[in-house]
């Protein structure tokens, strides 16, 4: 049984910083792409991250770049986003996804596996 966990949500002030974990069970974990995605009420559910399954590669949409941060510690079965000089725009809830399709990582559809979403809410 395949299980995603993300934590380390919360309420911060603007320009303040989190780190949202994403813990995996139930599968090879090295062998999945994970995703961060967010989605905000009546919004689409938009990317925010991707990692490979070594973690050697990253992708980050250009809302959060030079901003946020995703790494992974395969050893943990753990994925992080360090997310850092958070704007209100930021809050919304955060979800981790995994994949071993490999093309398209942005696109939320290839993702078989989610968790259950941590909620960012960033105040001005």
């Known amino acids: 049984h395949v299980q995603l966990v993300e934590s380390g949500g919360g309420l911060v002030q603007a320009g303040g910083s989190l780190r949202l974990s994403c813990a995996a069970s139930?599968?090879?974990?090295?062998?999945?792409?994970i995703a961060w995605f967010r989605q905000a009420p009546g919004k689409d559910r938009e990317f925010v991250a991707t990692i490979s399954q070594s973690g050697g590669r990253t992708d980050h949409a250009d809302s959060v770049k030079g901003r946020f941060t995703c790494s992974r510690d395969n050893a943990k079965n753990t994925v992080y986003l360090q997310m850092n000089s958070l704007k209100p725009g930021d809050t919304t809830v955060y979800y981790c996804?995994?994949?071993?399709?490999?093309?398209?990582?942005?696109?939320?559809?290839?993702?078989?596996?989610w968790g259950q979403g941590t909620q960012v809410t960033v105040s001005s």
């Open positions: 996804a995994a994949t071993t399709y490999g093309l398209d990582n942005r696109n939320l559809a290839n993702y078989n596996y």
């Open positions: 139930g599968l090879t974990f090295s062998t999945y792409i």
